[in-house]
């Protein structure tokens, strides 16, 4: 499986409209989950986050929402912010933009967020334009560290080693709190969290406003 851990510039030229980074000023760091909430893996999260007094960005799907409503409840009641990750976790190069946009609108019923990643990263101008338009104070939110907890091929602390060698002010950090990624995210985490206190950095959720 090929993937860049850290998203290159020419790619964020390529869409910058879209936010690959946050602003370094505060010595921040941003860690995001996709693709929850899940029974097993949201709950570690949110007990992981607390322990460390950290803050975080979920992008939800909007079946998983729906089919665990009181995980996404104690997802907000513990002050982290929310976004919208479509209801079926849609590629957007592989659907057609009108089916994409309801199928975003479908989740946006169930997470009431401007902020929004496109699974995969995968999304055409067009699609960007769409959501902009339909979804009041749109913000698609990319990342510039990916963890690689979603790859099977390699272990825990490699997920780690992708996070810390590349982390800095400013950084979005995709981890993901889901059945594929948990063994990995079940290792990573805690050490990530250990790492941002060490070296003094804030984890702190991507404000929807």
Not at 43 to 49: E, S, T
Not at 130 to 143: E, F, L, Y
Request: hydrophobic share 40%; glycine share 6%.
């Amino acid at each position: 499986m090929f993937y860049l851990t850290k998203t290159p510039g020419i790619l964020k030229a390529l869409y910058k409209s879209c936010v690959w980074n946050m602003s370094p000023a505060g010595n921040k760091v941003y860690l995001t989950f996709d693709d929850g909430p899940h029974p097993e893996a949201t709950p570690f999260v949110l007990q992981q986050l607390a322990k460390y007094n950290a803050k975080a960005t979920f992008f939800c799907i909007g079946k998983n929402v729906v089919e665990y409503p009181a995980i996404y409840q104690q997802i907000l009641e513990a002050g982290h912010t929310t976004g919208n990750h479509t209801h079926n976790h849609l590629n957007g190069w592989k659907t057609n933009t009108q089916q994409y946009l309801e199928n975003t609108l479908e989740a946006a019923k169930y997470i009431a967020s401007p902020l929004f990643r496109p699974p995969y990263g995968r999304i055409t101008p067009f699609q960007v334009r769409q959501i902009r338009q339909k979804i009041p104070g749109a913000k698609i939110i990319m990342w510039d560290i990916l963890s690689g907890d979603f790859d099977t091929m390699i272990n825990g602390e490699a997920c780690v080693q992708n996070v810390v060698f590349k982390l800095q002010p400013g950084s979005i950090v995709v981890f993901h709190d889901s059945t594929k990624a948990w063994d990995r995210l079940e290792y990573a985490l805690p050490r990530v969290l250990e790492f941002c206190k060490k070296q003094k950095f804030e984890v702190a959720s991507i404000p929807v406003s």
